[in-house]
């Protein structure tokens, strides 16, 4: 029992003087770098904080569609994702409605939350 300790009190010696020397050979090389920690924690976006707008006078134009055009601009863009058949991309989606980009991506947000459309690609919808 006590040679068995002497061993591993040898062993434990050796290990050290290899670190060591391994130590001394790194730093000549000049790879010898501090070990980071890992970072776990996820980064979370920031919401930009834009500048408070003046009111704006008011205008006898709508700008923004009410929720009855609302909706039809949804039932437009359903009808004509489900008219494409296997799928249709977003520009198409635009050339043939003629509505806005932001109508469309709205559109079909809302259609997806209500699990009638579905992604095919990335920027490719067709009828879920």
């Known amino acids: 029992m006590a040679e068995t300790v002497k061993l591993l009190k040898n062993i434990a010696a050796d290990l050290k003087t290899i670190s060591k020397e391994i130590t ?4 000549q090389v000049g790879k010898v770098t501090k070990p980071q920690a890992k970072i776990t924690a996820k980064t979370k976006r920031v919401k ?6 003046t009111p704006k006078k008011s205008t006898s134009k709508k700008t923004s569609p009410s929720a009855k055009e609302s ?3 949804v039932d437009s ?8 058949g296997g799928g249709i991309s977003h520009v198409a989606i635009l050339e043939k ?6 109508q469309v991506s709205n559109a079909v947000f809302k259609l997806k939350q209500q699990r009638k459309v579905k992604n ?5 919808y067709s009828i879920a």
Do not use: C, D, M, Y
């Open 97 to 102: 409605t003629g509505f806005g980009q932001r």
């Open 48 to 53: 930009k904080v834009s500048k408070a707008k």
């Open 120 to 124: 095919v690609g990335r920027g490719v």
């Open 71 to 73: 909706s039809s601009i």
């Open 24 to 27: 001394a050979i790194a730093t």
């Open 77 to 84: 863009v359903l009808e004509v994702i489900s008219n494409a």
